[in-house]
């Protein structure tokens, strides 16, 4: 499945790849890697592919999976989408607290110790998905783990994980995607390296170098 959601991405371009010129994210650092998931919403065939592996996923590693909490806000459509195809109750978590109303984080119904599953669409540090975790925690459920899209296996996003005893199962990884892009003639073979070296440290830029 990993390969064929990779295809799936890089045919529509949510996930781009320019070694040759980085793009910047908001935090400052150079990257050869833009990954934008919403543009598979747009894309009805690779989304069919990406929210029915979703659903997959939880069905196969999180079977007591009693409630699907997307992240706000790439992962609440995922998780409408995939809660719909199980028929499975379905609510998301806001970025904050509302400043109105019943000032509400926790979107839809949350009973105390019920099973959640996170959906996100990008894991690379893993601070939004776990910071959502924390806040459903919090609220006395108990979280099975994160279902993602995309994650780019970055050392930190791992070790944060670990630390904060959550399992993520992604439906890809830049390992996969890097092998599937070579092969498909979107980066060159020698660029693979780059990418890989990007991923272990993306605060060191000397992989623009080779």
């Not at 295809?7 to 070694?19: D, E, Y």
Request: charged share 25%; net charge negative.
């Amino acid at each position: 499945m990993k390969e064929n959601i990779a295809k799936g991405l890089l045919s529509i371009k949510a996930v781009f790849l320019r070694p040759e010129e980085p793009f910047t994210w908001a935090s400052g650092i150079k990257s050869p890697i833009y990954c934008d998931n919403r543009l598979v919403l747009t894309a009805p065939e690779v989304r069919t592919m990406v929210e029915t592996g979703i659903a997959e996923t939880i069905r196969t590693y999180y079977p007591e999976c009693e409630v699907i909490m997307g992240t706000s806000t790439a992962g609440i459509a995922h998780a409408a989408i995939a809660a719909h195809m199980m028929d499975m109750p379905m609510g998301y978590v806001r970025g904050s607290a509302k400043d109105h109303g019943r000032t509400n984080q926790i979107e839809g119904k949350l009973e105390k110790g019920q099973k959640v599953v996170v959906v996100e669409d990008l894991i690379s540090t893993a601070g939004s998905a776990l910071e959502c975790v924390k806040v459903l925690r919090e609220a006395g459920a108990e979280v099975l783990g994160i279902a993602s899209i995309f994650t780019y296996g970055m050392k930190k996003g791992i070790d944060r994980m670990a630390e904060a005893e959550v399992v993520n199962h992604s439906l890809c990884d830049l390992d996969t995607l890097v092998e599937v892009a070579a092969a498909e003639g979107y980066i060159k073979e020698e660029d693979k390296e780059k990418l890989l070296k990007f991923r272990d440290n993306p605060q060191d830029e000397s992989w623009m170098k080779h």
